[in-house]
Structure formats: C-alpha cells, structure tokens
C-alpha cells in the first residue's frame, strides 16, 4: 500500500513516471501498468487502487488432488514414494 500511495503523491505533484520510478526502485513498466490499471493518472488514488488489486486477487484456487486420497488401486498412478 506503501508504493500506492507513492505514486498517489507523485502524480498529484505532476511528477513524470521516470522520476516515480527514480523514488520507488521499479520499473517504469511497472509503475505505468499500475497507473493503467487503476484509472489512469487523473484519478490514481492509493487507496481505490489497494482494493482493487486485492479485489483482482480474489479468484478460486483449483487444488491438486493428493494422491494418498486416491483408492488403493490408484497406487501404480500415484506411487507415494520412490
């Protein structure tokens, strides 16, 4: 959230994205992807832009199934040692 607000800062300032990226250590890539994807250098606000990311974050997670789960006679698929 840090690095957000950051940038929140720069870009309210009119700072450009290579003085940004001198502050932060990241690429200019990086911080126009940021920008980008959260409304653009007009409307960058830090905090918007945290929920957002998390929001994207929030997928389901499809698991693996394990292999000692499987019947006995799965073990020649699913050796569980070797």
């Given at each position: 959230?840090g690095?957000?607000?950051?940038?929140s800062?720069?870009?309210?300032?009119?700072?450009?994205?290579r003085?940004?990226v001198?502050?932060?250590?990241r690429?200019?890539?990086?911080?126009?992807r940021?920008?980008?994807?959260?409304d653009?250098?007009?409307?960058q606000?830090a905090?918007a832009?945290?929920?957002?990311a998390?929001d994207?974050?929030?997928?389901?997670?499809?698991c693996?199934?394990?292999?000692?789960?499987?019947?006995?006679?799965?073990?020649?698929?699913?050796?569980?040692?070797?």
């Amino acid at each position: 959230m840090g690095e957000r607000e950051e940038i929140s800062r720069c870009l309210c300032a009119g700072e450009y994205y290579r003085a940004i990226v001198g502050l932060l250590g990241r690429a200019v890539s990086t911080i126009s992807r940021e920008v980008s994807s959260n409304d653009g250098r007009d409307v960058q606000r830090a905090i918007a832009a945290q929920e957002r990311a998390l929001d994207r974050t929030r997928r389901p997670k499809q698991c693996l199934p394990c292999p000692q789960a499987h019947a006995e006679g799965d073990s020649e698929r699913f050796p569980t040692s070797r």
